[in-house]
């Protein structure tokens, strides 16, 4: 007995446009994502090429910080966020025995909000006066300053918010609502827990951003004094408010890639993931303490001691429940029969170099020290080892381990590694030196430097250039997997295990019509 | 007596594993490649230095022993040596001890955090203070004590920025008034902001400290050696965020009162010269300079500015109009609402003779050719 | 359970996502036009509401036909529970950015401006305030002179709405329980003098703001005070309108015979969101009004 009412099924543009198809608006989330990947590295071409050098040789310095703005906007609200629900589309459903998201018509929705968010927040580029310039944090009085493409961008942020609140209604519901009988909590894969925690961060956090970006929107254009001290007011508030919803983001962007590290590694080790009941718990731990660490990313406003202490104490504490994921993960390996096929490649990378930020995250914890660090560029290399050294990374891996599945080719591995390896020299080159330029005194967000930070620099810009040419490798491995290539068997990898290795590759149009059962 | 142990114990440390200091020692190795701080010059420089050297080795230990655990495990226990996988998939005893020990570890960090941060912490009995404002795009210093004041901007030329010059040994980080600071004093600072938040970053100091506006956060400095120390604007304040360095020279006491006496004389001879009445070419000259210090920044050097976000002066409608109505916007700021940025008021940055300058220098400059002559006795009437 | 899934009922295709989202792009896009008084502006987002508003008749009501027809089934019921609860929890996030504002300048920013006599000398930053150049508070119940303003006092209509509104979560409650009973009578009755309550408090509320704009001298730019009153209480006088829209919808529901005693999340649905903006009245008379 098959679930009820599939039967219209669409083809060609209405097939996308009106869609309710959990692994249809997951290729939705997965295509839109790379364009806008594609679009904010170009962004970061432009940034790393007027850098390339001392002096101002490419572009002006207002437009160079609108690069840097746009360039970290688009990567996290279009590229890492919709990348990843992307994923949990396509994957929850299949690993927890669904027939599909538990509400498929918001689904459609929460997708088709992006790309005219997305199309608002590219427009402000092209405004009179420009976009924003005023950075991703949007801190006022600064952004009280711009035009219109202020107006444009913020606006932007509030549909993109909205559709990261509707998109983890989603995924929560259908975790909790949608489970095949007899699994329980604690039987669901890691990465359905990641995201259910991540969908719960989502929406305390996006929330709260809506609130601060009203009140900006207000400042700007209704006369309140929310940042203004001579109405009362105070621009450090905003700071509050924007972290409060910036620090949980950090972990909604990278919670999800733990939970691939942790569907992959066991895979390619042949052995069950260590300290799964630890592993939910550390997570929960993160989630919980990355709502009371916001103010870290302010030591230098001027707070008072006993908010200084608080914050860098309950920072630290953060290291431990993360320590033990990284433990786990190493002792799953322990012993195990390992094999390195592309996404273990990508899952073991993406520990290291997550690895390298969680360090300097610890030290940059360290409060006297974070009046070194503070808006330097060793921060910039810092959330680069975060953002593009555990999300990018658990992205692809998630990419190559479930490509046979969805498509049901099997992918040019050779061409899989090359690009894992390319990347990852290139990713190094980029963003190790800038540890330096940040200790050495480059502060960040500067169109020109002081000569000393030349060759460091070069170093940096060369990297930028040569990771992203290696990602063409990646669109073609994708392209010619999606149009054919040897045939995926169901399990496609000889150590995996869940749900959705049981279905055929690729999956029926509704994954679990019957639900299965677990033991 | 345990206090100071404890203020020692990073330094101790780091001494003691690192031999005379491995990072320090580091950028005499790679010539050109500064990997780490800067010289600290002052005593929680030094302290802040040695604690980043003491965390950074810890992380490096740490990173070592569990990625070569990984590494071992990755060349060890590979399918294709035949290796055959184990079946544990928990141990409580394990999972105790990695959570417990971290912890201690984290301990032992935070206690020298601390007591370094309330050391930072302590602005009292202070021998001198100074107020520190940030503007778009400069610093301004004030000396209530001594009652001496002045701004400071950067002293780069045009030329080298836009690479028709060669760059000098201090590009970027050179100003045309550096604050001056006598060494062995403990100077508070007061800092506080125009417009934006901008933040007053001096490495080799040991200070960073954000500038708000309408708030006053306070920190302290106390140079040990003479020498000059450089810095920039740590936090983004707009298009040349990039361009408002920091010049710190710190002289002995002798020095200072002797820099004290001289900015008194300068300020008195500014003031004298908005008494007397200036030809034009004297005002061209002088707005010339004042403009590329002042107004160039948004303006443009040749007052074409940029489009939608700053106005061109060039034709304006305000340096080609009444003569009075060009003074108040640039002493009172103006707010079309047809800009990105509206003017600020330059009331409080310029002298009477500075402001007739500029403004005589773009009524017969930058393309526009009204033959007005500004002296600096209309511009004080329109003062309020 | 095992046959739970055959029943789950998954919708075909439909339009209305993405026709929604062209709305909420050109009622965005219009706010943004208005707000920088480009004279399209309005146009741009009477177009967008009409979309939207267009849309939500639409897809409700399919998604109500469905329902009615027993398309769903417990399960699917379980999903729009969740929805809802997760939904009404962002909300709850959203006022609390605000309420975290209020927090903050009442307890620190205006204290530590009133401390700082370097830059504002002869200000005490005692709340309420608009600030070091702002309007001067007068005590609340007195008349404004100039350059005065005088906050809202919490025992004139405030005090009068906090009854309205706890009366009307009773009224909500009681209706369930003529629902629960299948006592159509007491459920129509009930969320009728629901609605009434509801539209009372906005016209209420209404009068407030005429009077505070007209006599007290109290606006949206009476500095941090102003800011922060108008925002909580017109973000909740917004969330109660579309609150009493949505009674008002059930109300019409009931009369049409819509509901069973086992079967009425949508009912469920509105009666939450209804004691939600009715916690949040009673923050508001307590952090913003009382105190």
């Known amino acids: ?294 103010a870290h990313h302010m030591y230098t406003v001027g707070m008072p001691m006993a908010g200084e202490l608080f914050f860098m104490y309950s920072t630290m504490l953060i290291a431990v429940p993360t320590g033990v994921k990284i433990f786990n993960w190493v002792s799953t390996m322990w012993r195990g029969s390992m094999t390195f096929e592309t996404p273990m490649l990508w899952a073991l990378g993406g520990v290291f170099t997550f690895a390298v930020g969680g360090f300097s995250g610890l030290m940059l914890a360290i409060t006297p020290a974070d009046f070194q660090y503070q808006d330097t560029y060793f921060v910039v290399a810092h959330f680069h ?135 | 007596m345990f206090i100071k142990l404890i203020r020692r114990f990073p330094g101790i440390v780091s001494r003691l594993i690192l031999g005379l200091g491995l990072w320090l020692s580091a950028p005499a190795v790679f010539a050109d490649y500064a990997l780490n701080f800067q010289k600290p010059v002052t005593p929680v420089a030094h302290r802040i230095l040695e604690l980043h050297n003491m965390i950074l080795l810890i992380c490096v230990i740490i990173f070592v022993l569990v990625f070569g655990v990984m590494f071992y495990s990755i060349f060890a226990h590979r399918k294709s040596r035949g290796y055959k996988p184990a079946k544990f998939h928990d141990n409580a005893t394990l999972e105790v001890v990695w959570t417990v020990i971290p912890f201690l570890i984290l301990v032992s960090m935070a206690i020298p955090s601390t007591a370094t941060l309330l050391e930072m912490d302590d602005t009292s009995k202070s021998d001198l203070t100074i107020k520190i404002t940030g503007y778009q795009w400069k610093w301004k210093y004030d000396y209530p004590d001594q009652d001496v004041s002045f701004f400071s901007t950067l002293a780069t030329p045009r030329d080298q920025i836009e690479n028709k010059a060669a760059k000098e040994q201090h590009y970027l980080l050179e100003v045309d008034n550096p604050i001056v600071i006598p060494v062995g004093k403990k100077v508070r600072f007061l800092v506080t902001a125009n417009d934006v938040i901008h933040s007053w970053w001096v490495p080799q100091l040991g200070v960073k400290k954000d500038a708000i506006p309408g708030f006053i956060n306070e920190f302290w400095t106390r140079a040990d050696e003479a020498g000059t120390f450089r810095g920039q604007c740590a936090e983004l304040c707009g298009k040349d965020h990039g361009f408002m360095p920091i010049v710190v020279n710190a002289v002995n006491p002798e020095d200072f009162t002797k820099w004290v006496a001289m900015q008194k004389d300068k300020a008195a001879a500014e003031s004298a010269s908005g008494a007397k009445t200036w030809s034009k070419d004297e005002l061209l000259e002088k707005g010339k300079k004042a403009y590329a210090g002042t107004c160039a920044a948004c303006h443009g050097v040749e007052g074409k500015g940029i489009p939608g976000v700053f106005p061109a002066l060039d034709g304006s409608q305000i340096a080609t109009g009444p003569v009075d109505e060009h003074i108040k916007t640039v002493l009172h700021g103006r707010a079309t609402g047809k800009f990105g940025a509206q003017m600020p008021a330059f009331a409080a940055q310029l002298s009477d003779a500075d402001a007739a300058a500029i403004i005589t220098f773009e009524r017969n400059a930058l393309g526009n050719k009204t033959g007005d002559v500004v002296q600096p006795s209309q511009v004080k009437s329109l003062r309020k | 359970m095992s046959t739970a899934n055959s029943h789950y009922y998954l919708p075909n295709p439909s339009p209305w996502p993405i026709i929604t989202s062209a709305g909420l792009f050109a009622l965005a896009l219009g706010f943004i036009l208005l707000m920088n008084n480009v004279s399209a502006g309005p146009w741009f987002m009477l177009a967008g509401t009409a979309i939207i508003v267009y849309m939500m008749i639409r897809w409700f009501g399919q998604v109500i036909g469905e329902s009615e027809s027993g398309t769903y089934n417990a399960q699917v019921d379980r999903s729009f529970r969740w929805g809802m609860a997760w939904f009404i929890f962002s909300e709850v996030m959203f006022f609390a950015a605000f309420f975290g504002a209020l927090f903050y300048v009442r307890q620190f920013s205006a204290q530590w401006i009133g401390a700082d006599d370097l830059l504002w000398p002869g200000y005490d930053g005692t709340w309420p305030t608009a600030g070091p150049k702002g309007l001067i508070p007068v005590p609340a119940g007195t008349i404004p002179g100039a350059n005065q303003f005088s906050p809202m006092g919490a025992w004139g209509i405030p005090a009068i709405n906090t009854l309205i509104l706890l009366s009307s979560g009773a009224t909500v409650t009681w209706a369930h329980w003529g629902l629960l009973k299948d006592n159509r009578a007491q459920l129509i009755t009930g969320l009728f003098l629901t609605v009434a309550l509801g539209m009372t408090f906005i016209a209420l509320q209404a009068f407030e703001y005429v009077h505070a704009y007209t006599e007290l001298g109290l606006t949206l730019k009476t500095g941090v005070y102003g800011a922060t009153f108008f925002m909580l209480t017109g973000f909740h006088g917004f969330h109660v309108t579309m609150g009493t829209i949505m009674l008002m919808v059930i109300l019409g529901r009931a009369i049409a015979g819509h509901f069973r005693a086992d079967h009425h999340f949508g009912f469920e649905a509105v009666a939450w969101y209804w004691h939600f903006v009715d916690v949040v009245w009673l923050g508001l008379f307590i952090f913003v009004y009382w105190l």
């Open chain 1, 385 to 519: 080892y975060v953002i593009f050294g555990a999300t990018i990374y658990g992205l692809f891996a998630a990419i190559y381990y479930w490509l046979p599945k969805w498509t049901g080719h099997l992918y040019n591995e050779t061409l899989g590694k090359w690009h894992f390896w390319l990347t990852t020299i290139g990713f190094n080159l980029t963003f190790f030196p800038q540890h330096f330029l940040g200790l050495a005194g480059m502060p960040r967000r500067i169109p020109d430097y002081a000569l000393q930070f030349t060759e460091f620099n070069r170093w940096s810009t060369i990297g930028a250039f040569f990771t992203i040419i290696s990602q063409l490798i990646f669109f073609y491995i994708a392209i010619r997997a999606m149009k054919g290539g040897a045939k995926a068997t169901d399990q496609v990898w000889e150590g995996a295990d869940g749900l959705e290795w049981t279905l055929s590759s690729p999956p029926p149009y509704h994954s679990f019509a019957v639900a299965p059962k677990v033991k």
């Open chain 1, 1 to 294: 007995m098959s679930a009820d009412h599939h039967a219209e099924h669409p083809t060609g543009i209405s097939r996308w446009l009106f869609t309710t198809n959990h692994k249809d608006i997951g290729t939705l989330y997965l295509v839109f994502s790379f364009i806008m990947a594609i679009v904010g590295g170009v962004m970061s071409l432009v940034i790393r090429s007027e850098l390339w050098q001392p002096g101002l040789q490419l572009v002006e310095p207002n437009f160079f910080n609108q690069m840097t703005t746009v360039h970290a906007l688009v990567m996290i609200f279009g590229f890492a966020m919709p990348a990843f629900v992307g994923l949990a589309n396509w994957m929850i459903p299949m690993m927890i025995g669904a027939p599909d998201m538990a509400l498929p018509r918001m689904n459609n929705w929460s997708f088709w909000i992006l790309p005219f968010a997305a199309t608002l927040l590219i427009l402000s580029l092209f405004m009179p006066g420009g976009g924003p310039a005023g950075g991703w944090t949007i801190y006022p009085p600064l952004s009280v300053q711009g035009g219109i493409g202020v107006d444009f961008t913020l606006l932007a942020i509030h549909m993109l918010g909205i559709s990261s609140i509707l998109g983890s209604i989603n995924i929560i519901a259908t975790v909790l609502n949608m489970r095949a009988p007899g699994m329980t909590l604690m039987k669901m894969p890691m990465f359905a827990w990641t995201w259910l925690i991540t969908a719960f961060l989502l929406i305390a956090a996006m929330p709260v951003l809506a609130g601060a970006v009203t009140m900006l929107i207000t400042d700007r254009h209704f006369g309140t004094h929310f940042f203004d001290a001579a109405g009362g007011g105070d621009p450090v508030l905003f700071q509050h408010v924007f972290w409060f919803f910036g620090h949980p983001e950090v972990y909604i962007l990278v919670l999800p890639a733990f939970g691939v590290f942790s569907q992959i590694i066991p895979t390619f080790s042949r052995k069950p993931l260590f300290g799964y009941a630890s592993m939910v718990y550390a997570t929960a731990s993160i989630a919980f303490l990355s709502f009371i660490v916001w």
